[in-house]
């Protein structure tokens, strides 16, 4: 949310009851929801499911929300765990994603620049299937750390407070993550050049 004062407001008035604030606080935060549950998990299906249970959650715990860390973070954090558990009951490993066009168009949208000619389109759209299919090799740790960073534009520290780990790991698993990730892609980018 762009407006920290107006986040702040909606989230006071959400603990007080008002509906409306917290309608808009939840969707202030969809699309990230959404993404970053869809960036761990990579399976569409489960992603709407997640997502309400995320809000659901969020709903039942905002009167305990004290504001030590920033709500963006207390937020994914909860969308971070349900997502670990889903993995863990469902002992999901290597699942290799389907795209569907139309979901595929959502998901990307915010990736494509919309002047780009229909073969950059195919390389953009090709290249993301590939990164999610890559992303979906690391384990749960790496994933979600690189997820935060590099995909949704955490910062250091606010990975940190969400997952509640140390500065230094989440740099480190970071560092591991980006060099499986790049391990994974380096076939693919060769055969590009």
């Not at 809000?55 to 971070?80: G, T």
């Not at 953009?124 to 690391?138: D, H, P, R, S």
Request: a positive charge.
């Amino acid at each position: 949310m762009a407006n920290q004062d107006e986040e702040y407001r909606l989230i006071v008035a959400s603990k007080n009851g008002d509906t409306d604030a917290l309608t808009k606080l939840i969707q202030s935060h969809s699309e990230s929801v959404h993404s970053v549950i869809y960036s761990i998990l990579g399976n569409q299906d489960i992603v709407q499911d997640l997502a309400q249970e995320t809000f659901l959650r969020m709903i039942s715990a905002i009167e305990s929300y004290e504001f030590k860390a920033p709500f963006r973070a207390w937020l994914i954090r909860i969308a971070v765990n349900l997502c670990r558990d889903y993995i863990r009951r469902k002992k999901v490993r290597r699942i290799v994603t389907k795209f569907q066009k139309t979901d595929l168009q959502k998901e990307e949208r915010q990736f494509i620049d919309k002047s780009q000619n229909p073969v950059q389109d195919l390389i953009v759209k090709e290249g993301m299937e590939y990164l999610q299919k890559a992303l979906l090799k690391l384990p749960s740790s790496l994933k979600i750390v690189f997820v935060l960073r590099d995909i949704r534009d955490f910062s250091y520290d606010e990975i940190a407070r969400t997952l509640n780990w140390r500065l230094g790991t989440v740099k480190s698993r970071l560092f591991r993550a980006r060099n499986e990730l790049a391990k994974v892609l380096r076939p693919y980018w060769e055969d590009k050049e």
